[in-house]
């Protein structure tokens, strides 16, 4: 790229684009489809220079610096590929947005991303739409949104990790999935991060939802429970399974019981709000009042929250129940 095209004054640069498009008409008298294509070509060069001369070069040097300002400046807007495309001034410009979001930490998503939660997780999903004011099953894959404005310091870690586990043979979309989340317990995950670990297979939603309901691990995202993790992201609470009883247990079921609990434990009145370091209850978790072996049943009349503490008590047979 010439440097003269990005350093022309806008006015200048609009002047000139006027005149090689005054010279492109002329050209359209001739029938040599080469000339009339490459009469265009100093006009899009041009155009491209005005495009990154929006952002000045001190707040940001290269086009995935002018990409991430212009996501920080409109977090949780839906943003359009040819947008990026004018302030980036290059054609490779979503390679950059992928090494944003993956290999720096930004939570940037794609209207793929997004398509892939509708079915899903329609909570995540209708969560979605709350905060962007936009159907997420509507965006487009060259749709963008930042969802959350701070950089993950350990995204370098992590991308390291990303790429050993994706590469590991004979492991299912499934299995990867649930080994990344054991190695970032506590830590929000992106919906980009799982996508990409499932080899940008679209299962990877409904892998997550089965290791929750199915083998009891405690994923959960800001619509089971957990309203303070941002949007598009899961979380795995601790490294344990639920006991074989206390799974499968529907999601609509399990947000009902957290509701009517009002998400506290019934034994001791905890709430996540009261979340101290040394403090050991730090999450809810069901209970089954009747155990499956004793034909107890995945609804709600059978299930109460119980802090993680009075739940291990119950079990260890230390607890006795009286609700
Ligand atoms: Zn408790
Ligand atoms: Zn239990």
Not at 129 to 137: C, E, F, H, I, V
Not at 208 to 229: D, K
Request: a neutral charge; hydrophobic letters at 35%; aromatic letters at 6%.
């Amino acid at each position: 790229m010439r440097r003269r095209a990005a350093a022309e004054a806008p006015a200048e640069a609009v002047e000139r684009i006027k005149r090689l498009l005054d010279n492109f008409l002329t050209k359209l008298n001739d029938d040599d489809l080469r000339d009339q294509v490459r009469s265009l070509v100093p006009a899009f060069e041009t155009l491209r220079g005005l495009g990154k001369g929006l952002i000045p070069p001190d707040l940001a040097s290269s086009a995935r610096e002018r990409i991430l300002l212009y996501f920080q400046r409109y977090p949780l807007q839906v943003i359009e590929g040819d947008e990026l495309l004018v302030v980036a001034g290059i054609g490779e410009w979503a390679r950059r947005v992928r090494e944003l979001r993956v290999q720096f930490g930004w939570s940037i998503c794609s209207g793929v991303t997004f398509k892939d939660l509708v079915d899903d997780e329609p909570e995540l999903a209708a969560s979605l739409k709350d905060a962007l004011g936009a159907d997420p099953r509507k965006l487009k894959p060259d749709q963008y949104v930042m969802v959350s404005t701070e950089e993950d310091r350990e995204a370098a870690h992590r991308w390291n990790l990303l790429n050993t586990i994706r590469k590991k043979k004979g492991l299912g979309v499934r299995a990867r999935l649930l080994e990344y989340m054991r190695a970032n317990v506590g830590s929000p995950v992106s919906i980009e991060e799982l996508r990409y670990l499932a080899g940008d297979k679209s299962e990877w939603a409904r892998r997550m939802r089965e290791l929750r309901t199915e083998e009891g691990w405690p994923i959960y995202t800001r619509m089971q429970g957990r309203p303070e993790l941002p949007v598009g992201t899961y979380v795995l609470d601790e490294d344990k399974q639920a006991p074989e009883h206390d799974r499968r247990i529907p999601d609509d079921v399990r947000v009902e019981v957290l509701i009517r609990d009002d998400f506290t434990c019934r034994v001791c009145g905890w709430t996540r709000d009261l979340l101290r370091p040394d403090d050991p209850r730090k999450f809810l978790e069901l209970h089954h009042l009747v155990t499956h072996s004793e034909k107890g049943e995945n609804s709600v009349e059978n299930l109460i929250t119980l802090c993680n503490v009075h739940h291990d008590k119950v079990h260890a047979g230390r607890l006795t129940l009286d609700v």
